[in-house]
């Protein structure tokens, strides 16, 4: 699969923690970097938060996604009232794992997407933070900082 073929993943509206909405569109008036990750993964995403937010806050869009397709409904209360102790930003909960699904994200770690502002996927890296893919993220970050895709042409 190339990078710039996951079509489907162009908008999509899921809700936080808080019971908002929110809708991603493109285009965007910067980058974006996608963290998504179920239970298990989880674990790994402040390792790539840290420094992603510490470098770039201003320079792009920073959003992370939960899947959790496996949470019963029941539970459902409670999973979002944990996530507002824990996080004081908004993340998108994705309770049926559609969205998670259309990015072929990898179960039980960490994955990490760069989109440029038109939605084309610039770069992705699945697992715990390791110095040669945090290298290789921040040279697709600066690359796409310096040089923006162009927005997709609308008709």
């Known amino acids: 699969?190339?990078?710039?073929?996951?079509?489907?993943?162009?908008?999509?509206?899921?809700?936080?923690q808080f019971g908002t909405d929110h809708s991603i569109t493109f285009p965007l008036d910067r980058p974006l970097v996608l963290l998504i990750a179920d239970r298990a993964g989880s674990e790994q995403l402040d390792d790539w938060l840290s420094p992603l937010a510490e470098n770039y806050a201003d320079a792009l869009h920073i959003q992370g996604i939960a899947e959790l397709s496996a949470v019963p409904r029941l539970f459902r209360p409670m999973v979002r009232a944990l996530f507002r102790q824990d996080d004081a930003a908004p993340v998108l909960l994705d309770w049926t794992g559609e969205i998670v699904g259309r990015f072929r994200a990898q179960p039980d770690v960490a994955n990490v997407y760069l989109l440029a502002p038109n939605g084309e996927l610039l770069h992705q890296v699945s697992g715990p933070f390791t110095t040669s893919d945090w290298q290789a993220l921040r040279a697709a970050i600066d690359a796409s900082i310096r040089n923006p895709a162009q927005p997709a042409p609308t008709r």
């Open 1 to 16: 699969m190339a990078l710039s073929t996951l079509a489907d993943v162009r908008s999509f509206t899921l809700p936080d």
